[in-house]
């Protein structure tokens, strides 16, 4: 039975993808979400991540989601090896995300496609059977991504970016024009936490930052 992971190597490439972010209103992202629980990876708002499911729960829970056209949310676990994880074992901040494409590989076997969509915060979970169910609070950015100190963080990082880039000829020449393409600070800092080789719990305290300035 495969894991419910992504696809690959989060530092091997850029995203094929990215969407803007703030595309679903706050309003709109149900008080109750069903939860995706996500091993070695954490996703982004404005990502775009294929994934390889296998445990039964999931399985029930995009089957459900896909029906019902509705959202889900992705949260990454805190330890991987956990094969069906509880409150406890999951972290509290996660992305809202669409299923964009679902195809069945086996049995027992799917791969999907998932969009992040915004941010949410786990108040508590509601539901433990046939899958997750958790009351969420959808979060938003703090401070303006107009505030000219956010305005000059960005630049910057746009900046080091394309340095990067340059300097590691194993990504496509499409990630410069990505990363020009890009707009908003915020969703930027999220691009380039989603694709850097660092430990989990780092990229997990990027997407936890609410506030622009210090993401």
């Known amino acids: 039975m495969s894991d419910d992971k992504k696809k690959g190597s989060a ?27 996500l091993r070695n990876s954490v996703f982004f708002p404005g990502g775009v991540l294929p994934l390889a499911v296998g445990r039964q729960k999931t399985i029930a829970l995009i089957k459900d989601a896909v029906r019902d056209d509705q959202v889900i949310g992705v949260v990454t676990q805190r330890r991987a090896e956990e094969e069906d994880p509880g409150a406890s074992d999951l972290y509290t901040m996660g992305t809202v995300a669409r299923i964009v494409k679902l195809l069945k590989m086996g049995e027992d076997n799917y791969s999907l496609v998932v969009q992040g969509l915004a941010r949410f915060r786990v108040l508590d979970l509601v ?55 890009i707009t908003h600070p915020g969703h930027l800092a999220d691009l380039i936490a989603a694709n850097v080789d660092v430990p989990i719990e780092e990229k997990q305290a990027v997407l936890e930052t609410v ?4 993401r």
């Open 211 to 214: 506030d622009l300035k210090a």
């Open 11 to 37: 530092a091997a490439a850029m995203p094929a993808a990215m969407a803007p972010p703030g595309m679903i209103n706050k309003e709109d992202i149900p008080q109750v979400l069903p939860i995706l629980p």
């Open 127 to 181: 539901q433990e059977a046939p899958y997750l169910k958790a009351r969420v609070d959808a979060v938003e950015d703090k401070t303006s991504a107009e505030n000219v100190e956010v305005e000059a963080l960005g630049i910057n990082l746009k900046k080091l970016a394309r340095e990067v880039i340059e300097l590691m000829p194993e990504l496509p020449a499409a990630a410069t024009e990505l990363v020009e393409s």
